[in-house]
């Protein structure tokens, strides 16, 4: 079973996410699980999004308290909380971020956003590339899963920027791990 912790601002979309790629492994014959966290968030404050995928019905019906992957969809969160803690020994960690930091694989979702118009009330709408980064980092769903499953997500207006923005966000990232292999 593949374990996921999200952590992105209220009005962020991380529960989005972690909805969307469950939704994308059950499509691809897996099962998914997506919990979120509420709590008395606002808007703007830290919160978290819980994923699970596995081959086989998922017994657990729980917050994951250690993640196999932990996917930050603001930087500026790594320096607030010790997203670490949230983490298995062996997690891998994507953070949305220019800044490059040995411990996580980092993509600048921030700009990928800006660049195709994902902006809401003056917030760049990361969660789909961000969904991608992980798909490409982790292979749990695929990029033609995460594409065909985009407009059930987002508003119609939106769906042909957010799936262009994943698709680049999957080349982005896909292209950065062959890079650090050779």
Not at 24 to 45: C, D, H, L, N, S
Not at 101 to 119: E, F, Q
Not at 136 to 150: C, H, L, Q, R
């Amino acid at each position: 079973m593949i374990e996921v912790v999200f952590f992105g601002r209220g009005g962020m979309g991380a529960v989005t996410a972690a909805q969307l790629l469950a939704r994308v492994a059950t499509i691809e014959g897996k099962f998914g699980q997506a919990i979120p966290e509420f709590g008395a968030e606002r808007r703007g404050a830290i919160v978290r999004a819980y994923l699970r995928i596995d081959d086989k019905p998922i017994e657990v019906h729980s917050a994951v308290t250690a993640g196999d992957y932990v996917v930050v969809l603001d930087g500026r969160i790594i320096a607030q909380t010790n997203v670490k803690a949230f983490g298995k020994p062996n997690a891998v960690y994507i953070v949305n971020s220019k800044e490059e930091a040995p411990w996580y694989i980092a993509i600048d979702a921030t700009s990928i956003a800006l660049k195709h118009g994902l902006v809401a009330a003056g917030w760049p709408l990361v969660n789909m590339i961000m969904a991608s980064a992980f798909a490409a980092v982790s292979k749990a769903v695929t990029i033609e899963g995460i594409v065909k499953t985009i407009p059930e997500f987002v508003p119609a207006r939106a769906a042909k920027a957010n799936i262009e923005a994943a698709r680049e966000a999957y080349e982005i990232v896909s292209k950065k791990l062959l890079a650090s292999k050779a």
